[in-house]
């Protein structure tokens, strides 16, 4: 009997993991950070607005983005959600 590759056992890969949507916050850091002048009226009190209009919103695919924690998490490159990266993956695996 010769010895082949061609009767090797088959070893299962993990699966990939399953991909979760996270919502990203964008703008810049005082907005961010709460102190753009639409949170904050001219007496100082809170104006009751969670966001400002500066500060948009995104969702992500929270596996297959990038970030870089600091004194922030930052995104430093984002997958957009729907993901698209989890089918490209499983498709270049068959």
């Known amino acids: 009997m ?10 299962a890969l993990d699966p990939p993991a399953p991909c979760t949507p996270t919502t990203l916050h964008r703008g810049s850091a005082d907005c961010l950070d709460g102190d753009c002048d639409e949170l904050v009226g001219e007496d100082g009190e809170p104006t009751g607005i969670t966001w400002c209009s ?9 596996q297959h983005s990038e970030f870089e924690a600091s004194e922030w998490e930052y995104c430093t490159r984002a997958e957009p959600w729907p993901c698209q990266a989890a089918g ?7």
């Open 2 to 11: 010769a010895d082949t590759d061609e009767y090797a056992p088959l070893i």
């Open 88 to 94: 490209v993956q499983q498709a270049g695996a068959q």
């Open 54 to 62: 500066h500060v948009t919103e995104e969702q992500v695919c929270e």
